[in-house]
């Protein structure tokens, strides 16, 4: 018998006959448990959301919920009827009621159940939105419009919260508070919730799983940190944009070789019989800054990100590595210099493909 | 209620709403009568010169009168101009029928012109120095200066959301005013302005009462006395055929320029409020004169007048059962507009949930009632009542049910229902699109059923939109004519149908009264209403 919280089996999920992601597959373990969906725009993010909410339907596999079936080929539960709620990306609060009669409706659906409630005081509170609560939908930015939104879904203390790029029109300055504090709000009442996302720290910060849609396809779905540094593919790691694939050869069960950096060691994540040509991936932190290392490569752009620079490093084999330096760091180097790579060269996880 | 409930009802209403329609295009197949031979090659041609000198001229007129009208209230501001942004939206009390009588009554021999005259000047033979505003040019004033304000309203609304910044480009290309207004902003109204002189033109093609009273032959008017005095119903519909072919090509014009409309409304991203340029001196002055003439010739004009004439003759006032009218009026009024807003409502919302693209289609062409002349309406109606009683009442065994749409107030409201069905449709649809499909997404998924998302979201949203359609219903019932005059019960009166036969009488003393009646209870509506029509804010 199936014990999952959540399941999705081998659904298509569709926009009239267009299939956007096919033969999905993921489920939620426990009540509480918040996942996240990332991938680019367009690829059908929204689409799984409305279609877990019962706003479209299914016609291969299944969608079920503490074990009872939502959408099937023939069962389709109607909205109203799955206490599943969905904060939608665009303002969708009620334009004719003021924002605080739009929070409040959404408690009607728990009236008369025996369940913690969450403080409405605490909500506008944590969500800091207790200024506009006399203001109409037109009268707000589209940031506290969606504050609001979702203050209205959490407050209806649903079997399954969807959030739709919950935090997408938020001020960068205020979003990491505002996800604390989500995640503090999901945490304390248990609200399971699957996030859509396209920014991955937010994915990674909030979900206890990340799922990665690319391609019609959930590529992966893992833990954020296997996520990032365990990418299951090559469409994966370009997704993530994190670092570059460099041919390589495998020489040992722990080392490689490639002809820019010569020997590589490490823990491979996959083995591969020795002898194996594989494409290595260099993530911007496996390489080490040294001025004293005879590995010194051409510097063709130098990023600064705040706390790092990035650095971009030509190889005599033409190939661009890029390579993350503290900013604090003493020595900077311009461009057309030369930079050093500390050798031997050593990389915890060694992701091939 | 379940969704295909919605779908059924929605299909239900927009196919009732056809019957009509259909029937006088089925009619154009039937046989028609040698009067028709003997017509078509004498009168008709006369019915299609008329109407296109009358629909051409109209069109030139409304067109000079509303664009310039607005763009002095929309850029400017002089003395009184806040005052004549809704004042000029007022001539919509007075129809082109009452219009016509007052022309006629000012300036006829030993009327009103000739009255004054002779009290500030003493007795002379000034009839011949009066000039005479009768026939087709008498017909071109009166429809002119009551329907221009369907241009103003449209060309003010696109005026106004014309942003700053498209007239600031103006001003960095460096163009003169008078450049600027017929490089930028004209084009850019462009559609608006289109759409106005479409209703213009249905409105012109439709008129009965107005062209009738100076005795031109138009389709209209040609249809109505095929009927009324030749009993010739199938060349009535003939002719309806004809008219309604020609309706409908403005009616698709006036659509695709309505689509370009809305897209140009909603372009809020990078709108900047105007500011409107403030004029003094002899500018100034100009501008108001312009606007005064135009307020005092379509509305205070045959407001006077009228007033003038129920003064100068108060036994006609007594003689006129009012409180009879009003009652009778109202009762048109309230009956219609529940029913039109009801079953708006459930068509718009069964649209909306079922998302059909049959039912879509079909509400499009249900909603075209409002381009078909209400002579056509009424006599449309009566042909099919005809045919179904005698061809499936009858062979069901069943007794004529002609008496209880014919002469019927049921009847009469059922065929208002048809004519103004776009009204009230469009209304709560325009209504309707400016919430998201989101928004009723949202009251599901906080448990609401589709009837309570329809109870206690889309009516309490829709609630001033409802009340503003509810008003210009009201509008055109009581101005209505053609379909009451036909289809009324006996004895039955309204303030339109009382001014109209007393008018048909030659007396026209006594059709000021209920015309005065009219135009007040008019202005009322409208002044309720200029607040939702000219509202300033970007919504």
Redesign the interface.
């Known amino acids: 018998m199936n014990n999952n919280f959540f399941e999705i089996n081998n659904v298509d999920f569709k926009v009239g006959n267009k299939v956007k992601v096919k033969n999905v597959s993921f489920s939620i373990q426990n009540e509480g448990d918040i996942i996240c969906l990332l991938g680019p725009s367009g690829i059908g993010k929204t689409t799984i959301l409305r279609t877990i909410a019962g706003l479209q339907n299914i016609d291969k596999g299944s969608i079920e919920l503490r074990g009872k079936t939502l959408s099937s080929k023939k069962i389709n539960i109607e909205p109203e009827n799955r206490n599943v709620s969905l904060a939608f990306q665009e303002n969708s609060l009620f334009p004719h009621y003021d924002v605080k009669k739009n929070i409040l409706l959404g408690t009607e659906r728990n009236k008369g159940k025996k369940k913690q409630s969450i403080n409405f005081e605490e909500l506008i509170d944590l969500l800091d939105i207790s200024q506009i609560l006399n203001k109409y939908p037109h009268e707000i930015s589209a940031g506290e419009a969606q504050r609001a939104s979702l203050a209205r879904s959490l407050i209806t203390q649903p079997d399954l919260l969807l959030l739709d790029e919950p935090l997408s029109n938020v001020d960068q300055s205020f979003k990491e508070e505002i996800q604390e504090k989500l995640k503090k709000i999901l945490n304390n009442f248990k609200i399971t919730t699957i996030i859509v996302t396209h920014d991955s720290y937010e994915a990674f910060y909030l979900g206890s799983k990340c799922g990665i849609i690319l391609n019609q396809e959930l590529k992966q779905f893992d833990d954020p940190y296997n996520v990032y540094h365990l990418p299951n593919s090559v469409d994966v790691v370009n997704f993530l944009n994190r670092g570059i694939l460099i041919p390589a050869e495998v020489t040992s069960p722990k080392s490689l070789e490639n002809i820019d950096l010569g020997t590589i060691t490490g823990n491979f994540i996959k083995p591969f019989p020795i002898g194996s040509k594989v494409k290595l991936l260099i993530q911007p932190e496996d390489l080490h800054h040294d001025d004293a290392s005879n590995l010194k490569f051409e510097v063709i752009d130098r990023k600064f990100r705040g706390t790092n620079f990035i650095y971009t490093l030509k190889t005599p084999t033409n190939t661009l590595i890029p390579v993350f330096v503290h900013s604090h760091h003493i020595h900077q180097h311009e461009v057309d210099e030369k930079f050093g790579i500390k050798r031997p060269i050593h990389i915890d996880h060694i992701v091939c493909f | 209620m379940k969704l295909n409930t919605w779908f059924f009802l929605s299909f239900l209403i927009s196919s009732i709403v056809l019957i009509p329609i259909i029937t006088v295009f089925s009619s154009f197949f039937e046989n028609t009568s040698n009067y028709y031979e003997i017509l078509k090659n004498t009168f008709l041609i006369e019915y299609i010169v008329n109407s296109f000198i009358l629909l051409t001229s109209v069109l030139i007129f409304t067109f000079l009168i509303g664009t310039c009208a607005a763009y002095l209230v929309s850029f400017y501001k002089f003395p009184g101009s806040d005052f004549f942004k809704w004042a000029l939206i007022l001539s919509f009390a007075v129809p082109p029928y009452i219009y016509a009588y007052s022309l006629t009554a000012f300036f006829e021999n030993y009327g009103t012109a000739f009255t004054i005259l002779k009290n500030l000047f003493g007795n002379g033979d000034y009839n011949k120095n009066i000039p005479k505003f009768d026939g087709m040019f008498g017909a071109i004033l009166s429809i002119s200066f009551s329907l221009y304000a369907y241009v103003y309203i449209l060309a003010r609304a696109s005026f106004l959301y014309q942003s700053q910044n498209l007239i600031d480009l103006g001003k960095n290309l460096g163009f003169s005013k008078f450049k600027s207004f017929y490089k930028i902003i004209l084009p850019a109204a462009r559609p608006a302005i289109v759409a106005g002189l479409s209703l213009v033109a249905m409105e012109t093609l439709a008129e009965f009462g107005a062209v009738d009273f100076f005795s031109i032959n138009t389709l209209t008017t040609g249809i109505y006395n095929s009927w009324i005095y030749f009993d010739d119903l199938a060349f009535a519909n003939r002719i309806s055929f004809f008219l309604l072919m020609f309706i409908f090509s403005l009616f698709i014009l006036e659509n695709l320029s309505r689509r370009k409309a809305k897209y140009h409304f909603n372009s809020k991203g990078g709108f900047k409020q105007k500011e409107k340029r403030k004029l003094f001196g002899f500018e100034a002055f100009l501008a108001f004169i312009f606007c005064f003439l135009i307020f005092f010739i379509s509305f205070l004009f045959p407001l006077t007048q009228m007033m003038y004439w129920t003064i100068k003759f108060p036994e006609n006032l007594f003689d006129l059962q009012i409180s009879n009218l009003v009652l009778n009026t109202l009762y048109l009024v309230i009956l219609s507009s529940l029913i039109l807003i009801i079953f708006s409502l459930i068509s718009n919302y069964g649209n909306r949930v079922s998302k059909n693209k049959t039912l879509n289609f079909l509400s499009t062409l249900s909603i075209s009632g409002y381009a078909i002349p209400g002579v056509i309406l009424a006599i449309a109606f009566i042909t099919f009542i005809a045919w179904f009683d005698n061809s499936i009442i009858k062979l069901l065994g069943f007794a004529s049910i002609k008496k209880i749409f014919i002469g019927s107030i049921f009847g009469l409201v059922l065929v208002y229902f048809v004519r103004f069905y776009s009204l009230a449709f469009n209304g709560i649809k325009s209504g309707y699109e400016?919430?998201?499909i989101?928004?009723d997404?949202?009251?599901?998924?906080?448990?609401?059923?589709k009837r309570k998302t329809f109870m206690n979201?889309h009516i309490?949203?829709l609630?001033n939109s409802l009340l503003f359609i509810i008003i210009l219903i009201s509008l055109e019932i009581i101005r209505e004519l053609p379909i009451t005059l036909i289809l009324r019960p006996f004895n039955f009166e309204t303030f339109a149908t009382t001014a109209y036969i007393s008018a048909s009488e030659d007396l026209l003393e006594a059709a000021a009264v209920p015309s005065l009646f009219l135009i007040l209870i008019a202005s009322l509506f409208i002044m309720i209403t200029s607040k939702y029509i000219l509202r300033e804010k970007y919504e």
């Open positions: 400016k919430m998201n989101s928004v997404e949202s009251a599901y998924l906080l448990g609401y059923s979201i309490p949203f609630r």
